[in-house]
């Protein structure tokens, strides 16, 4: 059975939304690259953290 | 969420050239009696936490150990554990072995075989590209491996389009990019990037190769700067700058503050970092700031008054002022030149 809870659609994206402030065509390229490993949640977590992220060399 | 950079050793089974740890030939070990205390702490902390093993190969403690640490620190709900490695001991009992435990994986590459073996490299000199090539791909393939780290060198200022186009090859989703520098003291390694090179070139020949690529991978440095190009205010809040955010645990049981790389590092410049040992404390949270913390609230606030490019990187490199520039008073490092202006100018050019 296919594991549904790991698609995303397009109106999902975007919790980060205020600190995101990407071309939108560059945001959705960027989000699909992630989308086959990582569910919502985490790619939220991902973007933040790599908005905060500096100082330290890990995602 | 807070997170916690553990130093299991800070032995390495290789002997990179451009390599911050200090003590990479020895093999001392985290005693595992500090991960009863380690747990005591984050059990009595209000956050969750992310265990990253980092700053000396991680891999090469063994399963033996890694099974210990899951009995003594489980993963749950509100532990994680993230293991940095540079991949040459991850075979297949490894793979399975993280995937079942759900810890993720990052590993160093420096991308294809011409750029990664010309730092990356055994004791004996010898690359170490075949091995890490197939691992990262076994890794990738498996789900296990979530991120890529690759460290610019002087080896890599003309390659940006090869370098992308292989961790394209190969299938990796999430890309961060460090530039070599100078974090502790200038006898422990050797830097092949010099004081006038730049990385204006690199990141263009980066971009151009991301855009030709329809952008399809998620790229760390052009996230934030796009990020922070396309808004009013800065969007980005360093992690080393958060108050109780970051922690490092040194193989003796040394905690430090704010800044991960301190842990291990046994110089001068970490006394102003250091909390305690954990078998002394109780939480997280009972460690008050360090009296450096309002030192490096200052210094960011330098930061946002004197540079046009603050909101490319919130302020951040604090380390990098502290050796580069010997004091935290103080804006511009070569650290920040390369990894957030030149970044920054070339992205800006390329959106108007």
Known sequence: MKDTSRII??????????????????????????????????????????????????? | MKRLFVQGS???????????????????????????????IINNSETDVEIVWHMGEPLVLGFNFFKKVLEYIP?????????????????????????????????????????????????????????????????????????????????????????????????????????????????????????FDSLELFWKDLYEAWEKDSYSLFIREFYRTLSALNSDECPLQPDELKSNYNYSLSKNGDLYKYIPQIAGSDSLVSSPFFVGNVKNLNSFEETSELPVYSEMLNSQRLCSEKCDFYRFCGGAFVLEKLVENGMLNSTSTAACERQVIQLAKVVSRKHG
Request: hydrophobic share 30%; aromatic share 8%; net charge negative.
């Open chain 1, 9 to 59: 659609t397009s109106s999902q994206r975007g919790t980060v939304k205020e600190k995101e402030y990407l071309p939108e065509h560059i945001l959705e390229a960027m989000t699909s690259s992630l989308e086959g490993k990582f569910t919502k949640k985490q790619i939220d977590n991902i973007k933040q953290k790599t908005l905060d992220g500096f100082g330290m060399s890990t995602v």
């Open chain 2, 10 to 40: 800070s032995f390495c089974d290789i002997d990179c050239d451009y390599c911050f740890v200090r003590g990479r030939n020895d093999k001392a070990r985290l005693s595992l009696d500090y991960l009863h205390d380690v747990y005591r």
């Open chain 2, 75 to 195: 993963v749950s709900e509100h532990i994680r554990h993230r293991i940095v490695t540079n991949g040459l001991l991850l075979n297949d009992d490894w793979l399975s072995f993280l995937a079942d435990n759900c810890i993720s994986l990052t590993i160093s590459s420096d991308g294809p075989i011409e750029v990664h073996d010309r730092y990356r490299t055994s004791r004996k000199e010898a690359g170490t590209f075949e091995v890490v090539h197939k691992n990262l791909c076994r890794s990738i393939k498996k789900g296990v491996c979530d991120s890529v780290l690759c460290t610019i060198t002087k080896e890599s200022l003309s390659k940006a389009a090869q370098i992308y186009e292989y961790f394209s090859s190969v299938g990796v989703e999430y890309l961060g990019f460090n530039v070599e520098r100078q974090l502790d003291s200038p006898e422990i390694q050797v830097l092949s990037l010099e004081k």
